[in-house]
Structure formats: C-alpha cells, structure tokens
C-alpha cells in the first residue's frame, strides 16, 4: 500500500492551496475512511480532515472548518484537501492516511510520508 501525497509549498496568509493523496495496493478511497492530519514542529500529530467510504460523513478538526475541504476521486483512488483562507498556524507536514473500516470510527493504519505546508 502506498499513499504518495503532493501539492505542498509555501504560501502567503489568506492564499490557497490544495494537497492530494494517490492511494494505491490494498486500501481504496471508496472502501475505506481516509483523510488528511497534520504535524507542526514540537506539537503532536492532529487530525485535520476525514471522510468516510461512502462520502457521507466528512469530519473537520475546529479550526480548519469553513477553510478546509476533503473531497476524493473515486476513478483515481485520489483524496484531495483544498486549503484557502490559509493562516500561518496552519504551517505544518501534512500527512495522508487510510484507516481499515469503511467508517472513521478506527484509526488510521497507512499513513504517507507528509508533504510541507509552510505558510507566512
């Protein structure tokens, strides 16, 4: 299984910018929860964003909600975060991950190897 994430980079406060995922081997994003956390130097890994195998259900950590989006492409197993309104406290490596039910309600057990998120 691999979760090979892109779309990092340095950015303005107030600017945009939207991370992807391509998911690929066991774990699909139409059979299992994925979603996106965040590790911010000397600070704990958070979860940022997650969406279920069905897309109904989609879960934003509080500060993120009205600024962040989760959506996926089901054709091409990718999972995608849009990030606008992007505030220097968002600077962070953000991660990908995929967790083994359909449901989020199990925690992760793939994660990616994170792309920067830098934001001044």
């Known amino acids: 299984v691999q979760l090979v994430e892109s779309g990092g980079g340095s950015v303005q406060a107030g600017g945009s910018l939207r991370l992807s995922c391509a998911v690929s081997g066991y774990h699909h994003v139409s059979r299992n929860c994925v979603g996106w956390s965040r590790q911010a130097p000397g600070k704990e890994r958070e979860r940022v964003a997650n969406?279920?195998?069905?897309?109904?259900?989609?879960i934003y950590e509080d500060s993120v909600k009205g600024r962040f989006t989760i959506s996926k492409d089901i054709a091409k197993n990718t999972l995608f975060l849009q990030m606008s309104n992007l505030k220097p406290e968002d600077t962070a490596m953000y991660y990908c991950?995929?967790?083994?039910?359909?449901?989020?309600?199990?925690?992760?057990?793939?994660w990616g190897q994170g792309t920067q998120v830098t934001v001044s």
């Open positions: 969406i279920n195998a069905d897309s109904t259900t989609t």
């Open positions: 991950a995929a967790g083994p039910l359909r449901s989020c309600s199990a925690l992760p057990n793939k």
